[in-house]
């Protein structure tokens, strides 16, 4: 039958602990991807970037890894805070942006 | 604030009913985007405008019609909708449609608005 709706994993880390939120994109050829964090009520913030030619890329608590053998995307948060709780969803590129479901990020005091 | 605004957040029609969607960008980008974030997909690419003509139609039904007047405006008519369109309405701006610059990085990132929630009954 028909799905009610999504139904995103969720992911509880207690606050100060890292985090690690995978994504599987689905496209060989896509060549540039990016994080999005989207807060409730809110649309889609960018977060971090990387381009296929790279493997890691650093921001300021985040960093983005692209293994694409498997074509598995993964963003790691540190020293997560409440702040943090969120939608957060990958995006692949080829010639548009295809979005995933996404992932919550439960933050536990 | 992201320097995209979206009028109305919140919309309730019937099947029968016409409405817009209205969403403003106060950043001077040349590129603007509807999207739809339904309860059970994705969020989906539904139209791209560059410099106020229309550059991509991802198969959306014609009971959505959209208006570019200008690079700074970008409206979502809606007419004889039906249940299942019931979602998230997002816009976006970035500077340009997207593309990778030579020396790499960060390019022509998307600003999105917060969205009109709308329901049809």
């Known amino acids: 039958g028909e799905s009610v709706g999504l139904h995103l994993p969720t992911l509880s880390v207690q606050e100060g602990d890292n985090s690690i939120i995978n994504c599987a994109y689905s496209?060989?050829?896509?060549?540039?991807f990016i994080w999005y964090k989207q807060e409730s009520g809110k649309g889609p913030q960018f977060i971090i970037d990387?381009?296929?030619?790279?493997d890691k890329r650093q921001g300021q608590r985040v960093t983005v890894l692209l293994n694409k053998t498997v074509k598995h995307l993964s963003l790691q948060i540190a020293a997560t805070q409440p702040g943090d709780s969120a939608v957060y969803f990958c995006a692949e590129k080829e010639q548009n942006f295809v979005f995933g479901p996404g992932t919550r990020l439960s933050v536990l005091p | 604030e992201t320097g995209v605004t979206q009028t109305p957040r919140h919309l309730v029609m019937g099947m029968t009913n016409k409405k817009s969607l209205k969403c403003e960008q106060h950043?001077?980008?040349?590129?603007m985007y509807w999207y739809k974030q339904s309860a059970k997909k994705p969020l989906e690419l539904m139209f791209v405008?560059?410099?106020?003509?229309?550059?991509e139609n991802n198969s959306v039904p014609s009971r959505f019609s959209p208006e570019c007047p200008n690079s700074s405006h970008l409206f979502l008519h809606l007419h004889t909708l039906q249940p299942e369109d019931s979602a998230l309405y997002l816009c976006?701006?970035?500077?340009?449609?997207?593309?990778?610059?030579?020396?790499?990085?960060?390019?022509?990132?998307?600003?999105f608005g917060p969205g009109t929630r709308l329901t049809v009954l």
């Open positions: 405008y560059s410099l106020e003509e229309r550059v």
């Open positions: 950043l001077g980008h040349n590129a």
């Open positions: 990387i381009r296929s030619n790279m």
């Open positions: 976006a701006s970035s500077q340009d449609r997207p593309f990778l610059s030579l020396a790499g990085g960060i390019y022509n990132e998307q600003f």
């Open positions: 496209n060989s050829a896509s060549d540039y």
